[in-house]
């Protein structure tokens, strides 16, 4: 592999300007999560990119937020796929990229709205395709599905279940979301889940009829206590009543009130656990005279640490170690991605094998500029040892 390992570097070091280019065409077209256009133009960038490498490219069109990119590089292979999956999205708002366009510091540091989370990662994806085309790689046919939601967990339209159907039959899928400057390896990440729970009791005027009041905020309380109750940190069972809103001043007895939940879960049989439990506290009724409902708003399963998982981490750390990029190492978030997505469609995952840097979704948000490199060079080392 050594012969291989110098050719795939060989071309990466002869592209080097044409990639930070690209970074930067992609970091400096805003592409939050209002901005359809913006997103849509990051997929077009992209289209171009990949049809002039000889990729079948499609897009999925999505009527309120990005469309998904998906692109196949079919190399004469019949075996299944393998998945670079990714976002093309930002959590930044308009305006970002023109108070903090993309610029290269002199500690080799890249700035710039999205430029770690992830564009970088598309990039290096990218590239890593670019790198094994050179070297005539044909093993498996190479396919990319790309969202244009992820940062708004795709709330507001059906990519989820869209990206599923896609990723199924794949054979391996690396994430090129944010790398860790330790270079950690994601195998598993919690998923999340938005509840809400609308209580409806009996509006009144609390000093001249309380007796015909029925409080929905009381109700609320008795409520909050036994959800806040269901956490168990340690097998990481999470549930946070982070928005309460109801009433409308001190002297009516509240006819209405909501709670807004957020979950997170370790595993699916965790989920199941907690949506079983916030059921329950659902249709337990407190305060005669009030009614709940609950709503499940967005549901991410989980990433779990599989077998196969495990087995595709482990040939990324040989391979790291194999062609002398290094140590890497495997851990597990609390942050969600797409990698849920794959490894519940069987498909198994690694995920952060992107660029390196540190405070995305902030205004300091850095990537480290060798890192798009030196990652892209592990990716395609990391696919050709499938």
């Excluded at 400096?28 to 999560?33: A, D």
């Excluded at 892209?376 to 040892?385: K, V």
Aim: charged share 20%; proline share 4%; hydrophobic share 40%.
């Amino acid at each position: 592999m050594e012969q291989f390992y110098q050719q795939i570097h060989s071309y990466i070091d002869t592209h080097r300007q044409e990639m930070l280019d690209l970074w930067r065409d992609l970091v400096n077209t805003e592409s939050g999560p209002a901005q359809k256009e913006g997103v849509d133009a990051v997929n077009a960038l992209l289209r171009k990119e990949m049809v002039a490498c000889g990729l079948s490219v499609q897009t999925i069109p999505m009527e309120k937020v990005g469309d998904i990119l998906v692109a196949q590089w079919d190399n004469g292979s019949q075996l299944p796929p393998i998945l670079l999956i990714g976002h093309m999205d930002t959590v930044f708002k308009p305006g970002a990229a023109t108070e903090n366009p993309f610029r290269i510091d002199a500690e080799g540091k890249v700035h710039g709205p999205g430029c770690l989370d992830m564009k970088g990662g598309v990039v290096v994806a990218l590239y890593a395709v670019k790198a094994l085309q050179s070297v005539g790689y044909n093993k498996h046919p190479i396919m990319f599905v790309l969202a244009g939601d992820e940062e708004t967990l795709h709330q507001n339209s059906n990519a989820q279940e869209v990206m599923a159907q896609i990723m199924a039959g794949g054979c391996a899928a690396f994430n090129f979301e944010t790398g860790y400057p330790d270079d950690g390896v994601v195998v598993g990440r919690k998923g999340g889940s938005v509840v809400v729970f609308d209580i409806e009791g009996v509006a009144a005027h609390s000093g001249i009829a309380p007796e015909k009041g029925r409080s929905a905020i009381a109700e609320a309380a008795h409520k909050i206590l036994a959800i806040q109750a269901l956490n168990d940190i340690p097998r990481g069972k999470l549930i946070n009543c982070g928005l309460v809103s109801g009433g409308i001043g001190e002297n009516t007895i509240p006819g209405a009130c909501s709670i807004r939940c957020g979950l997170r879960f370790p595993t699916v049989a965790i989920k199941e656990e907690l949506m079983a439990d916030c059921k329950a506290i659902s249709d337990t009724v407190n305060i005669e005279g009030t009614k709940t409902t609950m709503r499940v708003e967005m549901v991410m399963d989980p990433m779990e640490r599989t077998e196969g998982v495990q087995k595709l981490y482990e040939l990324v750390e040989e391979t790291a170690r194999d062609m002398g990029y290094g140590e890497v190492h495997p851990f597990e978030v609390g942050g969600v991605s797409d990698s849920s997505v794959a490894v519940v469609a069987g498909v198994p995952t690694v995920c952060a094998m992107g660029v390196k840097g540190e405070f995305n979704h902030t205004e300091k948000e850095y990537a480290q500029m060798e890192s798009l490199f030196t990652r892209t060079a592990l990716a395609a080392a990391c696919i050709a040892r499938i």
